[in-house]
C-alpha cells in the first residue's frame, strides 16, 4: 500500500485531473516487501502517449494484469526489491524480462533483465520446473 500526508496533496490542478483524482508531491511505501514501476503505452483517440503506474504488491501486479487493458500495453516493467530480496544493502530497481508463479504454493520468480532470478516470497527457489504459471514476459521489440 502506498500512503500520503495531506501536506504533500497537489492544489490547484484540477483542470489536469479526471474527476475522483487527487496529486500528491510525495508518497511513501511503509512496508518492506517488493513492488512495481510499470511504464505504459497508453492509446486514446488515436494518440499514443506514456504514462507510469506504480503497483504496490505482488498480488495487486497479478490483479491488475488480468484486467483487459485494451489497445494500451505495457511498456516495461521494473521491480523495486528491498535488500532482503535482492541481496544487496538497500533497494534496487530491476528491469524485468519475466514474472513466474510456482502452481505449488504460489511462490514468485522474477527473472531480470541481466538474466539474473529472484524468489518472493521466499529468496530460496523452489524446484525450478514448478514455475509454470507466466504473469508477465517483456515483449520482444520488432
Not at 45 to 56: H, Q, S
Amino acid at each position: 500500500m502506498f500512503v500520503s500526508d495531506s501536506r504533500a496533496e497537489v492544489k490547484g490542478l484540477a483542470a489536469l485531473l479526471e474527476p475522483g483524482q487527487r496529486g500528491w508531491h510525495v508518497i511513501l511505501k511503509p512496508q518492506v516487501s517488493p513492488w512495481f514501476h510499470a511504464s505504459l503505452i497508453v492509446i486514446e483517440n488515436g494518440f499514443e502517449t506514456r504514462t507510469m503506474v506504480f503497483i504496490d504488491s505482488v498480488h495487486s501486479l497479478i490483479s491488475w494484469m488480468e484486467i483487459e487493458q485494451g489497445e494500451n500495453r505495457m511498456e516495461s516493467l521494473q521491480l523495486v526489491s528491498p535488500a532482503w530480496l535482492n541481496g544487496s544493502q538497500t533497494w534496487q530497481m530491476d528491469d524485468l524480462s519475466e514474472i513466474a508463479q510456482c502452481l505449488k504454493g504460489g511462490a514468485i520468480r522474477f527473472t531480470l533483465r541481466d538474466g539474473a532470478f529472484l524468489y518472493y516470497p521466499d529468496p530460496a527457489p523452489q524446484l525450478e520446473g514448478d514455475y509454470a504459471k507466466l504473469i508477465y514476459r517483456l515483449a520482444s521489440r520488432q
